[in-house]
């Protein structure tokens, strides 16, 4: 059977002196999937755009700025982890440079800068906590991973370089 995932970009924009990361907290839709989670910046690719200009429309769109400096973090498949058990897959990217001022909100919650070394605290998505470390660990090889959900639940993860 073919994979045919929704493709999708998931940017952790760094602050200047590279100590935090802008975060989305999915406050702001009952309903939303991702309700009550934090989650950096992304969404679904547009027919007609490619990777990185589907990502730096989404950070435009949800954080008002310009990402100027971008590197490829990994590429992640998340099967069966959409609201209906949908197929998902990621490009991961850390957006290292910027130019604007970031909003204080978009329409799916309030956007906050966090400490990198408090994200592990925050309420995530469970498989967040295995693949966020590999995003900002300086290793230059890109991480390539597959985490199968069920039920909303990861149900295991790997990841090869």
Not at 16 to 34: Q, S
Request: proline share 7%; glycine share 12%.
């Amino acid at each position: 059977m073919p994979y045919t995932p929704i493709t999708a970009t998931l940017a952790y924009v760094l602050s200047p002196d590279r100590k935090r990361c802008l975060m989305v907290h999915r406050n702001a839709r009952p309903g939303d999937h991702h309700l009550g989670k934090y989650n950096g910046l992304g969404g679904k690719l547009e027919r007609d755009e490619d990777v990185l200009a589907g990502l730096r429309r989404e950070i435009r769109e949800e954080a008002g700025i310009e990402c100027t400096q971008v590197q490829l973090r990994g590429t992640l498949s998340w099967p069966g982890f959409g609201k209906q058990g949908e197929d998902w897959l990621g490009f991961i990217f850390l957006v290292e440079a910027y130019s604007g001022q970031p909003f204080a909100a978009n329409e799916e919650g309030d956007l906050e800068w966090v400490e990198l070394s408090r994200l592990d605290s925050l309420p995530l998505w469970e498989g967040d906590r295995h693949f966020l470390p590999l995003v900002f660990d300086g290793d230059p090889r890109p991480f390539h991973g597959v985490m199968p959900y069920q039920q909303g639940k990861m149900v295991s993860w790997r990841y090869s370089r």
